[in-house]
């Protein structure tokens, strides 16, 4: 391992920054700790792309830990609404009130404490504290781990605890050492993992740019930087089946609230049936007695079919999720009146109102085509 490497990383990456990296982001260059967690939470598994749209709104939205632990829910699910991962989401609310009620609504600036906050790892701590409190904190994201397991040579599954181990000992080495380049530092190593050696197509394979690391990189000198890091084979993600009922009475539709630790958990959505294995397409239409008693097991029967005679086949909409596929068949169902439901989880919604749920991405798509088409809005 070359120590020359780990003394000199943190002061040529610097160095590199202030001609390559990114500049202009609007969480850049902020102190905040509110505003910092709120970015780093949003940015992973979300596109920069998203984010630079996503991230100002729900700002603007609650603007500082005291509004957005005072928000309902609801609400934060709603703004948060495409863009997946809704168990994000769920911990920023739960975070906010904790720090609220534990910390006198400051963010405490030691990242082991950060730790203890609802949905804050040790690399988002780490973060939080190099730029909102110039503490020497490493950050090891996957970028980080990318970059870390090329440089050294690392080999072996970033999974396992050994070489993850390995990692954050590399992370913190190369740390500066002086605390207030941590800002800059940390937002360069970002901007080195997602501009310049990335997954696919870092920029020492082609020849437009020259990498500062090009000549100590173990990647680099073996030809391994594809290679590296290791990567585990994944198997095959499972498919499912599931039949959501779209009943409309009038303008309005009936949405279920979901569990908080199911998938889309807190979201607002269609009822649906238990999920099953994938299976060829159906040969008979269910009934609509048999729809509504897998979609909907907990209301009596009776009321509901009374006023749903029938229930039309709509499209089938695929999902991918990160570890597996859902295929939703939709069934129209009109009813000739509205059916009071016996469950709190259930909510009748006008169309013009649908914007104000939080929604699965998929439903929104689909509940906004139908809004439109009757005037309504779903816009958020």
Known sequence: MSKTLITTFSENLIAWHARSGRSGLPWQGNRDPYAVWVSEVMLQQTQVATVLERYPRFMKRFPTVQKLAKAHIDDVLAEWAGLGYYSRARNLHACAQQVMKEFGGQFPSDPVMLEQLKGIGRST??????????????????????????????????????????????????????????????????????TWCTARKPVCLGHEKKCPFEKSCQANLSNQVLSLPQKIVKAKSPEFDCDMLLIRSGNSILLQKRPSKAIWGGLWSLPESVWVAKSPSRKTTPSIQNLFAAALPEEKASPWLRVCKTAQAGPQIKHVFTHRRLWMQIWYVSTSKLVEPGNEKLKWVPLKQLGRYGLPQPIKVLLQGLSLARGGDLKN
């Open 125 to 194: 701590a780490g973060a939080i504290a190099a730029f909102a409190f110039h503490k020497r904190a490493p950050i090891l994201d996957a970028n980080v781990k990318r970059i870390l397991a090329r440089l050294f040579g690392v080999e072996g599954a970033m999974q396992e605890k050994v070489i993850n181990d390995r990692l954050w000992k590399l992370a913190t080495d190369i740390l500066p050492v002086k605390p207030k380049d941590m800002p800059v530092y940390t937002q360069a190593l970002m901007d080195f993992g997602a």
